[in-house]
């Protein structure tokens, strides 16, 4: 007599991974232009925030902190993006 | 009206370390739509270039629940989960509200998903679909979709003597969607941010299956220089190009119509792929374009104007 297969609840769970690990694969190192932020002219509106592709403006307590440049690709959105009037951020050459 | 700062004090839903382009769309698409979201989600994407670059294996970017699977099934995989989730609330073994989002890009939803797009509207599943919209099969090296426009150059519809780019035009996949009668849709693009996050907390909210198109430029495979991608995206507004507007109810509504239309040559110059149409003998394929471009336009202004 064959064993009798097992139903679906006994099958094993498949393959989990923890959510948000890519935070341990850092992506700073593909930079070519790198994006320096000026605290003293940043009003903190947000936008280069909210349209960072790589998660990598730090905002904390209602105030952007700075640039996480573990993560920075150096697309240059920020600094594109940043309001004309305020240009707080610029882009300079990567220098390694 | 949801403010930036407000956004801002909750926790990041999608990491940084992801493998994308410098400049990407489609993970900008990705962030936004899961910050807007008020409720715990469940995620789902289709293969694509999103689903590639952030879920390259043992690294993932998301932060919430999320459900790997094939290119043509995303929103069969979703429908799944929503049920199962419909189910075990009511038997009492779930207790929070949640709610259900499916990724795809174009090639995994106006071509090779559509059948199961299709199935979900059709079955009323409470799942909303979002569509990153970016033109052409980009993960795997700029292929046409029927989502390419005319005249776009691509590998399998390149531009040489014979043919000015894409001969074809494009699909539009949100009226085959409003087709279906769904609780929400809308076409929306990531350099309009407080528009997109008021369509995602809208479609969350709607009873039923949403679909949301979102216009993604893709600095690789239109070829513009990375800094450029939110510019390139409100231009395709302001020409009409992809026009921003919602579908609920059987009413149509416009949510951002431009001061001034522009031509579409300001939109097509600023990138690679349309840069042989400049040089090309006649201006056929521009001018179908932009009249393509005309009658959608005049249509939907008809239509929310009802």
Request: aromatic residues 10%.
């Amino acid at each position: 007599m064959k064993k009798e297969k097992e139903g679906w609840k006994e099958l094993p769970i498949g393959l989990v991974l923890e959510g948000g690990s890519s935070k341990r694969f850092e992506t700073g190192d593909w930079r070519s232009e790198k994006p320096i932020w000026d605290e003293k002219k940043c009003t903190n509106c947000f936008i280069c925030w909210i349209y960072c592709p790589d998660s990598a403006i730090i905002v904390k307590d209602g105030k952007v902190q700075g640039i996480d440049y573990r993560y920075c690709k150096g697309c240059g959105i920020c600094a594109e993006e940043c309001p004309p009037k305020v240009q707080a951020i610029k882009m300079v050459r990567e220098e390694k | 009206m949801a403010s930036l700062k407000q956004l801002a004090t909750q926790k990041e839903k999608f990491m940084g370390g992801h493998r994308a382009c410098a400049g990407c769309a489609a993970t900008i698409a990705a962030r936004m739509v899961l910050m807007a979201a008020e409720q715990p989600v469940v995620v789902g994407a289709a293969t694509g270039c999103l689903e590639v670059v952030s879920t390259i294996y043992p690294y993932s970017a998301w932060n919430v629940p999320y459900v790997h699977n094939a290119f043509e099934n995303v929103a069969a995989t979703m429908s799944g989960v929503e049920a199962a989730y419909r189910a075990l609330k009511k038997k009492g073994m779930i207790k929070k509200d949640l709610r259900f989002i499916a990724f795809g890009g174009d090639g995994g939803t106006y071509d090779i998903g559509l059948q199961s797009l299709s199935g979900m509207i059709e079955r009323r599943h409470r799942v909303l679909y979002v569509c990153y919209n970016n033109e052409a099969y980009m993960n795997t090296g700029i292929q046409r979709s029927s989502a390419t426009p005319r005249g776009a150059h691509t590998t399998t519809s390149p531009a040489g003597t014979e043919i000015p780019g894409k001969i074809q035009l494009r699909k539009n996949l949100t009226e085959i969607v409003i087709a279906h009668e769904p609780a929400y849709a809308a076409q929306t693009t990531i350099g309009y941010w407080n528009d997109l996050v008021t369509k995602v907390r809208k479609a969350l909210e709607a009873d039923g299956p949403s679909f949301i198109n979102i216009y993604s430029p893709c600095r690789l495979g239109w070829a513009y220089v990375p800094e450029k991608t939110i510019k390139v995206s409100k231009l395709a507004v302001e020409t009409c190009i992809w026009p921003l507007y919602e579908y609920e109810n059987g009413k149509y509504r416009i949510t951002v119509k431009p001061k001034e239309k522009k031509p579409i040559t300001e939109f097509l110059n600023l990138q690679g792929r349309f840069g042989h149409l400049f040089k090309w003998h006649d201006d056929v394929p521009i001018k179908e374009y932009q009249a393509e471009v005309d009658m959608i336009w005049e249509r939907l202004l008809k239509r929310s104007a009802e």
